[in-house]
């Protein structure tokens, strides 16, 4: 039997953390696992090398990679090595220095891309280093901006809508988004994970920061017409509660977001925490108004903190993805 080729989109720990419970998904199903990454990251270590010396933002490709590590103990070292971050000088008692902040598996993914002249030949080489049991690929070749109509951006005027350009800053604004775009406007998608959409099995969105992370996939043309046109059934993991910059949007509204932007777009299911669904009537509609049937399951951390748990979410995905094996 082949494996359920699955193709996991976002970015940040909202992708990591799918990417891990797909990992848990592994005893028990066959799984061809495929991330493909938003590159639109701004802050930090990310930005800071996308600034100085061009190219793609390295941390959610890190942190996708690191999430499909292997588990032999050298790998599982060298992934740790990948999250290993410089002291910043105030935690070494000494002067500013060009590393502090920086994460070693982003100088280490800049500096296979400049070797290798190809971001994504470069991700499967830090994949085969990693022992990756899948493959971590960019939505496009080229970095992206984000940028966003912002209406109440600036608190003293709360009924102004502005522009708010830049992926950190759309994360963490304080009012509402209104629209989002991409700069360029049409950036080219990645040629491979354009393949891996049309002979995926299932496409799979969130849960992750919905403006930053999972909508920007739907803005790239050519990924999105892959996604409309692949044969494969979709699932949408929905969040466990609003981020910063998706305050005041409901459940619900998260779904009608993905209908807004991509119009062509049906969905197969809808998962959602059992216990992070205040109103399962208005989900269940949101998820039928997309043609999905909503799966409710108990998928987050029991301390109490708005984190999805691994194993809880593999165990709810190995039925699903499992389905029509």
């Known amino acids: 039997m082949t494996p359920t080729r699955v193709v996991a989109f976002g970015g940040g720990h ?25 590159v639109g990251d701004d802050g930090g270590s990310s930005g800071r090398l996308r600034a100085e010396r061009g190219g793609l933002p390295p941390g959610d490709l890190r942190q996708a990679l690191v999430a499909l590590a292997g588990d032999h ?11 290993h971050r410089f002291a910043v000088a105030a935690e070494r008692g000494g002067g500013a220095d060009s590393l502090a902040g920086h994460a070693v598996g982003n100088l280490l993914l800049h500096g296979l891309t400049e070797l290798l002249g190809d971001p994504v030949v470069a991700l499967d080489h830090a994949g085969a280093m990693l022992g990756a ?18 209406r109440g951006a600036d608190p003293d005027r709360p009924d102004e809508v502005r522009t708010v350009r830049g992926q950190h800053q759309v994360a963490v604004t304080s009012g509402t988004v209104e629209s989002l775009r991409l700069t360029p406007a ?22 992750g920061s919905w403006y930053t992370s999972v909508l920007p996939h739907l803005l790239v043309p050519g990924l999105a017409d892959a996604i409309v046109s692949s044969p ?7 969040n466990l509660v609003a981020e910063k910059e998706t305050l005041g949007l409901s459940l619900p509204d998260h779904l009608d977001t993905l209908r807004r932007y991509l ?23 949101a998820a039928e108004s997309l043609g999905a049937r909503l799966v409710l399951a108990p998928v987050a951390v029991t301390d109490g903190t708005p984190r999805h748990d691994p194993a809880a979410l593999g165990a709810a995905l190995v039925p699903v993805l499992g389905a029509d094996r």
């Open 133 to 150: 049991v899948g493959r971590v690929l960019p939505m496009s070749r080229q970095p992206v901006g984000i940028e966003a109509r912002v």
């Open 232 to 238: 494969a059934r979709r699932l949408v993991t929905l």
């Open 186 to 207: 049409a950036p080219a998608a990645c040629a491979e994970a354009v393949t891996a959409v049309g002979a995926a099995d299932w496409l799979i969105f969130g849960p």
């Open 73 to 83: 103990p050298a790998t599982r070292r060298s992934a740790a090595l990948f999250q």
């Open 263 to 285: 119009p062509e777009l049906k969905v197969d299911m809808v998962l959602a925490d059992s216990k992070a669904v205040a109103d399962p009537v208005a989900v269940e509609r």
């Open 14 to 38: 909202g992708l990591s953390a799918s990417l891990r419970a797909l990992r848990h998904c592994v005893p028990g199903l066959d799984l061809d696992i495929t991330a493909v990454v938003t």
